[in-house]
């Protein structure tokens, strides 16, 4: 088996600067709270992956983040970069670059930390799919119209996709033909729903019931009323 590299874009989970559109009905201390959760719960999924190496490229400060102390007790099983770039398109693309740089040599999976339904299981047949003869690149499309994971076998070709807008709906369907436009024979993996909206955080906890975001909006007396 190839080693791999999972690449977690990632985002300190700040009162007020994650998961704004959770509030209402959350407040921004407990959509901060379901971030930190569904990021927790992200890394050990990753971490659980055979023969997979996880690099997380991280925006903001953890000194300032929820549940501080268990994120930083999670990232030491990570090598830990800073996300560089002004769009997002342009993060996505440099921490592909940053991890070839790092781990030379190795096929990438990139995700966020909105789809803490994504297991173990499922990012290693991720994997496999891209390690399938035939293929170059894979894409998870996101039910939104977005994607929720992109594997490369050769990560330098993510500067295909920096110019890409993200957040409408249909960045998925431009990030498939960037990457098709550009040569690549391109896999499309299971859809998945990530996390924006109340609505979104109900389908995702109920798809993995038994992970810290789904126990951390159990807890959450807004989302009863949402339910």
Not at 66 to 73: F, G, H, K, S
Not at 155 to 171: F, G
Not at 176 to 192: F, M, N
């Amino acid at each position: 088996m190839i080693p791999a590299a999972v690449i977690l874009l990632a985002k300190a989970p700040e009162p007020g600067r994650v998961k704004t559109r959770l509030c209402p009905p959350a407040t921004p201390d407990e959509a901060a709270d379901l971030a930190a959760a569904s990021l927790l719960d992200t890394v050990d999924a990753a971490v659980g992956v055979p023969g997979a190496e996880l690099v997380v490229a991280l925006a903001g400060r953890l000194a300032g983040a929820v549940r501080r102390a268990e994120l930083t007790a999670a990232l030491r099983r990570a090598r830990v970069l800073p996300q560089r770039g002004d769009s997002l398109g342009a993060r996505i693309a440099a921490a592909h670059a940053d991890t070839a740089a790092l781990l030379p040599g190795r096929p990438t999976l990139q995700l966020g930390m909105d789809t803490p339904q994504a297991d173990s299981a499922l990012l290693a047949a991720c994997l496999d799919r891209l390690r399938a003869p035939g293929t170059d690149a894979v894409l998870g499309p996101a039910a939104d119209g977005g994607w929720w994971a992109m594997g490369l076998r050769d990560p330098r070709a993510a500067r295909l996709v920096a110019a890409v807008p993200t957040s409408r709906a249909d960045t998925g369907e431009r990030t498939l033909r960037a990457l098709r436009d550009g040569g690549l024979r391109v896999g499309l993996l299971p859809e998945l729903t990530d996390v924006d909206t109340a609505a979104d955080a109900l389908v995702v906890a109920a798809a993995a019931p038994c992970g810290r975001f789904a126990a951390t909006l159990a807890r959450c007396p807004a989302f009863a009323a949402a339910s």
